[in-house]
């Protein structure tokens, strides 16, 4: 019996899925290899690895989601504003691994990440990137719950007796 279950674990492994391309959607295979600039955006608790291909056709996939799908309405015009500010709409591919935080606060992750990426690739589009504010991290966090209080600065009722 437990020789069977051994031979049914070896027998059912999946075969592994090439990491160069990845395949959205139907049908669709969008090409990530080839040389890339990595670079890492943060908001609130949210962490965004934004990845710009040097060849593209100006596709982003975000978590292997289209990023269409990713962040439904307003937030795909979010976080392609850094490259409509630039022009380079149509120029590169990115791929993008987020993690933790909300939507709102992933949403600016990637922004500042993508920033950032065009920043590396393109030096003279600083002016442009700067003057709309994509290259500043937002610093703010929630502040911790401190003991004795019901939460971060919210004290309990005070009674005289």
Do not use: C
């Not at 090439?18 to 608790?45: A, Q």
């Not at 393109?122 to 911790?144: C, G, H, I, S, Y």
Request: proline letters at 4%; hydrophobic letters at 30%; zero cysteines.
């Amino acid at each position: 019996m437990a020789e069977t279950k051994k031979q049914e674990k070896k027998t059912s492994t999946k075969p592994k899925e090439e990491k160069e391309n990845k395949e959205i959607g139907k049908n669709e295979v969008i090409d990530f290899s080839g040389k890339y600039i990595g670079t890492v955006g943060r908001r609130k608790r949210a962490v965004a690895q934004v990845r710009l291909y040097e060849t593209g056709k100006g596709q982003i996939i975000v978590n292997e989601q289209k990023a269409t799908d990713y962040f439904p309405g307003e937030g795909f015009n979010i976080i392609t504003q850094p490259l409509k500010v630039t022009g380079h709409g149509r120029d590169y591919n990115f791929s993008v691994l987020v993690k933790g935080g909300g939507k709102s606060g992933q949403i600016d992750a990637v922004k500042l990440g993508v920033a950032r990426a065009i920043l590396e690739i393109d030096p003279a589009a600083k002016e442009a990137l700067k003057a709309n504010d994509f290259l500043t991290r937002d610093p703010r966090q929630v502040e911790r719950k401190k003991p004795g209080l019901k939460k971060a600065r919210k004290a309990p009722q005070w009674s005289k007796r």
